[in-house]
């Protein structure tokens, strides 16, 4: 009953920028934290930005200055701008969200479908 859905990925040259949007619907509570992950052909899905708590953020080092994660808790939506893309970006982004359906119930994470990220001349 808790669906995320990822959307903005797509091909773009060396130097340019995305934004990537996630948002979160069904059975949700409360959302605990909300990432961003990727993973490239042949490679393991990595964590590339987080937000915890709607305000503590963590980044993996080779995005740090060039990404950027927020959140907008009233939408249950977490966006990813990323921006002076390298080819070695491109990937399929996944969001995460870690939430609860209620105040019993432990938190679960759930993870979108993905979206193409390629950054290509």
Known sequence: QVQVVESGGGLVKPGGSLRLSCAASGRIFRINAMGWYRQAPGKERDLVASIIGGTTTN????????????????????????????????????????????LIEPQLSY??????????S
Not at 111 to 120: A, L, P
């Open 59 to 102: 980044y993996e080092d080779s995005v740090k200055g060039r990404f950027t994660i927020s959140r907008d808790n009233a939408k249950n939506t977490v966006y990813l701008q990323m921006n002076s893309l390298k080819p070695e970006d491109t990937a399929v982004y996944y969001c995460n969200v870690v939430a609860s359906r209620n």
């Open 111 to 120: 993870w979108g479908q993905g979206t193409q990220v390629t950054v290509s």
